[in-house]
C-alpha cells in the first residue's frame, strides 16, 4: 500500500507561481512512475504532467509547457510540482497519482494509477 498527501495548493493572482508536493509513504516509491492529475468544476479529471521512476524524463500536456516542471526527490519520497506563470483556467483540484505497474509517462489515463492523494485546491485569480 502506498499513500499520498498533496501540499501547497492556494489562492495565488495570475503570473504567480505554487509549488505543489506530494510525499508518500512506502519505500518502494522511487520504483514507481508518478502523475499530476487535476479537476475543475464540472469538468472530468485531466492528466497534467508525468515523471519517470528515475525522474530522467517527464512529459506535460500541451497547455502546461514551459510553465510547469514536474520532478522527485526519492531520497524523500515526494514529487513535485512547480508551477509558474498561472493563469485562471490552473484553477483546479490538483491530485498527485501513482503505478508499481506503469513503465510509461506519455498518454496516461487515470484507470492506470492505482493510489492517488485526497487533492489540494489551487485558485488562480484574474
Known amino acids: 500500500q502506498v499513500q499520498l498527501v498533496e501540499s501547497g495548493g492556494g489562492l495565488v493572482q495570475a503570473g504567480g507561481s505554487l509549488r505543489l508536493s506530494c510525499a508518500a509513504s512506502?519505500?518502494?516509491?522511487?520504483?514507481?512512475?508518478t502523475g499530476w492529475f487535476r479537476q475543475a468544476p464540472g469538468k472530468e479529471r485531466e492528466f497534467v504532467a508525468a515523471?519517470?521512476?528515475?525522474?530522467?524524463?517527464?512529459y506535460y500536456i500541451e497547455s502546461v509547457k514551459g510553465r510547469f516542471t514536474i520532478s522527485r526527490d526519492n531520497a524523500k519520497n515526494t514529487v513535485y510540482l512547480q508551477m509558474n506563470s498561472l493563469i485562471p483556467e490552473d484553477t483546479a483540484i490538483y491530485y498527485c497519482?501513482?503505478?508499481?505497474?506503469?513503465?510509461?509517462?506519455?498518454?496516461?489515463?487515470?484507470?492506470?494509477?492505482?493510489?492517488w492523494g485526497q487533492g489540494t485546491q489551487v485558485t488562480v485569480s484574474s
Open positions: 497519482a501513482t503505478s508499481p505497474t506503469l513503465r510509461t509517462i506519455s498518454r496516461v489515463r487515470p484507470d492506470e494509477f492505482d493510489y
Open positions: 515523471i519517470s521512476r528515475s525522474g530522467s524524463s517527464a
Open positions: 512506502g519505500r518502494t516509491f522511487s520504483s514507481y512512475v
